[in-house]
Each structure stands twice: as C-alpha cells, then as structure tokens.
Nanobody, 126 residues
Framework: QVQLVESGGGLVQAGGSLRPSCAAS????????VGWFRQAPGKEREFVAA????????YYADSVKGRFTISRNNAKNTVYLQMDSLKPEDTAVYYC???????????????????WGQGTQVTVSS
C-alpha cells in the first residue's frame, strides 16, 4: 500500500513559479513510477508529467514541456513538480499518482496508476 499527500500548491501570478510536492508513505514507494495529473474546472483530468522509479526517465505533456520539471528523492519518499513560467491555463487541481506502467507510452495513462493523492490547488492569475 502507498499513500500519497500533495502539498505546495497556491496562488501565483502569471510568469511565476510553484513547486508542489508529493509525499508518500510505504516502503515500496521507490519501486513505483509517479505521475502528475491535473483537472481544471469543467474539464477532464489530463496528464502533466511522470518519472520512472529510478528517476532516470521523465515524460512530459507537450503543454508543459520546457516549463515544468519532475524529480524525485527516494530517500525522502517525495516527488516534486517544479513549475516555472506559469500561465493562467495551468490553473487546476494537481494530483500525484503512483503505479507501475508497463512502458514509456503508458506513463501518461491514468489507469496505469494504482494510488492517488487528494490533490492540491494551483491557481495562476493573469
């Protein structure tokens, strides 16, 4: 079992930065890939970024590539999402999830993730 808790969301002006964190409990966390997803009001949840269990592979949605950076510290059971050059369209509830996707292309697939956090709100004002 893995339990995930997100923190570090907030309100920021366009062009600013935030670094949400995803803290996990469970000894096996370091064996799971972790993904970040987001859901804006009235929209479906969408993939943002993912990182392999070792941290050696990262994968980003085109909409955030070059602006967001995902990283992890397995000694601290924590995954981070550094968000720079934020835009109003980045406003959403951000969720982290842990799972064991079969391949690179599966990292963006919600059903490949077994454990989900409760989400943290990110609001970007124009």
């Amino acid at each position: 079992q893995v339990q995930l808790v997100e923190s570090g969301g907030g309100l920021v002006q366009a062009g600013g930065s935030l670094r949400p964190s995803c803290a996990a409990s469970g000894r096996a966390f370091s064996t799971y890939a972790v993904g970040w997803f987001r859901q804006a009001p009235g929209k479906e949840r969408e993939f943002v970024a993912a990182i392999s269990w070792s941290g050696g592979i990262t994968y980003y949605a085109d909409s955030v590539k070059g602006r967001f950076t995902i990283s992890r510290n397995n000694a601290k059971n924590t995954v981070y999402l550094q968000m720079d050059s934020l835009k109003p369209e980045d406003t959403a509830v951000y969720y982290c999830a842990a799972g064991r996707p079969a391949g690179l292309g599966d990292l963006k697939v919600e059903s490949e993730y077994d454990y989900w956090g409760q989400g943290t709100q990110v609001t970007v004002s124009s």
